[in-house]
């Protein structure tokens, strides 16, 4: 659990200075991953954690996060593939290599070899 903390923060973080168009753009955006634009917590728990008022936190609903329901289902349905189908060492450490796939993958080998001198644009030529 650790690693896919640490993994999934990971790419958050970078993603957002991939996207923004200044360095002061992914500043603010990740001060506002991190509450630095002000923290929200549910009225619920007001009873509970009002001494929080102090320091800055506002308790209230949170009117603009709307989730619809199909999304949920779609985070469901990608947490169920995430922990039910083996990654990639896993299936990595059960691949025995046959004749089939020693053929296969000289093909594909000699066909990208062979791709080298075809002209493709620069998938990043706007950044």
Do not use: C
């Not at 896919?4 to 970078?14: A, Q, R």
């Not at 168009?21 to 009225?43: F, P, Q």
């Not at 593939?81 to 060492?89: A, G, P, T, W």
């Amino acid at each position: 659990w650790l690693a896919w903390l640490i993994t999934f923060n990971f790419v958050n973080i970078t993603w957002v200075f991939f996207r923004a168009k200044e360095w002061d753009d992914a500043v603010k955006v990740l001060g506002g991953m991190v509450g630095l634009s002000g923290i929200k917590v549910h009225s619920v728990l007001y009873s509970k954690l009002s001494f929080l008022e102090n320091y800055g936190i506002e308790f209230g609903v949170y009117d603009a996060i709307q989730l619809p329901a199909l999304e949920i289902l779609w985070f469901i349905f990608g947490f169920i593939i995430v922990l039910m189908f083996k990654n990639s060492i896993q299936k990595l450490d059960r691949f025995k290599m046959n004749y089939k796939t020693a053929l296969w993958s000289g093909i594909v080998f000699v066909d990208g070899v062979l791709s080298l001198n075809k002209v493709s644009e620069f998938l990043y030529f706007n950044f």
